[in-house]
């Protein structure tokens, strides 16, 4: 302790300690290790635990009550959550695909969560599934509401677009695809993808052929971490590998 009037009286602490042990008697619970202090402002672990209590209240509005518990477990999904810390343009996008039921979105609610628990400076996020996404895109009564819509898919800081190549192709729902993607692909934007189809796949319908190539080109720049999952599906009370 380098605090010599600190030093000195933790010292006449233990010594009144001992003289009332000596009779049997215990004043104070054993000082905690840690000093750091929970109320101090100046603290930079307060501030750093202020910013994570804001963050991870963001998180759990964005987050359904069924994830509400999740947590990144996959050391690629971890992984990909610390470098959006480190370095947020350069985290690129995180890809999780695999069947039904293998935990690909318990897996990145778990990495935002781990993201927001870290105190970031910024954490803005959007959730949602791409279903209800194209559904939100449609040209709708309201004049520029789509538009604005896909403004804010495309800027926010976090988005998660989970099971992306559900819905049915059509031009025009590439060419939504590809702004929304283009967009976070040129302003470097940490983006999280699940899909229940597989990147690529020969022989069968694959997420390439479901974006267009314009998209897949953009994608195969931006997933840094491709992270297929494998295992029985666990709402059938299966076991993932
Ligand atoms: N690592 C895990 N620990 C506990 N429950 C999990 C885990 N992974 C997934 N689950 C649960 O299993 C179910 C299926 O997971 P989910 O992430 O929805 O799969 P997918 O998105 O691949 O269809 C969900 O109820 C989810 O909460
Ligand atoms: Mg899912």
């Known amino acids: 302790m380098a605090d010599p009037e600190r030093a000195g009286s933790t ?5 009144m300690e001992r003289i009332l042990a000596a009779k049997g ?11 750091t202090s929970e109320e101090n402002p100046g603290d930079r672990e307060w501030h750093r635990r202020a910013r994570a209590d804001y ?3 963001r998180w759990r509005s964005a987050t359904p009550p069924r994830f509400s518990e999740a947590e990144a477990t996959i050391p690629e ?21 695999g069947l039904t039921g293998t935990g690909k979105t318990h897996q990145a609610f778990g990495a935002l969560r781990r993201i927001a628990a870290s105190g970031p400076d910024r954490f803005e996020l959007i959730a949602m599934n791409s279903a209800d996404m194209y559904g939100n895109l449609r040209p ?15 800027e ?28 976070r692909y040129n302003h470097c934007l ?37 992270v297929p999952m494998v295992g029985a599906d666990r709402r059938r009370g299966g076991r993932a590998a």
């Open 11 to 15: 010292r006449s602490l233990r010594a």
């Open 25 to 35: 008697l215990r004043v104070l619970p054993d000082a905690p290790a840690d000093e």
């Open 55 to 57: 963050a991870l209240n």
């Open 190 to 226: 940490p983006t999280l993808i699940t899909s229940n189809l597989p990147a690529r796949d020969e022989n069968g319908p694959d997420l390439t052929g479901f974006v267009g190539a314009r998209v897949a080109s953009r994608l195969a720049e931006m997933v840094t971490t491709l």
């Open 140 to 154: 709708s009564q309201v004049m520029g509401a789509a538009e604005r819509e896909l403004r804010r898919l495309s």
């Open 77 to 97: 999904v971890i992984g990909w959550a610390d470098r959006t810390l480190t370095d947020n343009a350069a985290a690129g996008a995180l890809l999780l695909t």
């Open 156 to 183: 926010v800081q976090y988005l998660f677009l989970d099971d992306l190549g559900t819905a049915k192709t059509s031009e025009w729902t590439e060419e939504v695809t590809y702004r929304l993607i283009n967009h």
